[in-house]
Structures are given as structure tokens and as C-alpha cells.
């Protein structure tokens, strides 16, 4: 479809992600995004090949070397959480314009 899991690069992108996914999201606000570690353990990347150059993990993440995939909004600071990549939640996908 030519999207890809969203790559967030700063502060301002971060809350306005949590913002479309709180106007749209049903019950559970933990969603994907496009970071992983799966190439290789503790060296973060966007999917999109853009450079991983913001993050905003919650205290303690990125912790187990298991868990590749990045989730936004995660625990009560609404912050990222590194999980293993096959847990069904939703996925925050955008399209580059043409």
C-alpha cells in the first residue's frame, strides 16, 4: 500500500501522533510505531530509513533484548516501550505524499 509504521523525530510530531490516536483508537491506545532494534540488539532504527534522532521511552526502555518493536502511549506517562513485534495492537502507518 506504500505506507510505513510512522518514524517520529521530535517532541511536537510525538504529540500530535497521541493526539490522532486518541481521536481514533476504540479501546486500547498502545499502538506501533516504526522503530526497531531487529537488525541489530540495541541499535534503534526507523523503518523509513529516516535517522532515529528523538525517542521518548519511559523510565527503564528499552529493556529486554527480545523486544525489538516500539509502542507509543505506553503506562500512564504515555511514553514508548520496546515489546516483542508479533503482540496484536494497533499500528500508526503514514504515506508519503506524492
Excluded at 537488525?39 to 523509513?48: C, M
Excluded at 519511559?58 to 513485534?85: T, Y
Amino acid at each position: 500500500m506504500g505506507a510505513n509504521l510512522v518514524s517520529i523525530h521530535s517532541i511536537e510530531e510525538n504529540h500530535k501522533i497521541q493526539s490522532i490516536i486518541q481521536a481514533d483508537a476504540a479501546e486500547n491506545k498502545n499502538t506501533w510505531i516504526g522503530g526497531s532494534d531487529c537488525q541489530e540488539v540495541k541499535t534503534w532504527f526507523w523503518i523509513d530509513g529516516t535517522p532515529f534522532n528523538f525517542q521518548e521511552w519511559c523510565g527503564g526502555q528499552p529493556d529486554f533484548p527480545s523486544q525489538n518493536c516500539i509502542r507509543i502511549n505506553a503506562g500512564g506517562g504515555k511514553c514508548w516501550d520496546n515489546l516483542e513485534c508479533n503482540i496484536a495492537i494497533g499500528s500508526m502507518c503514514v504515506k508519503p505524499a506524492n
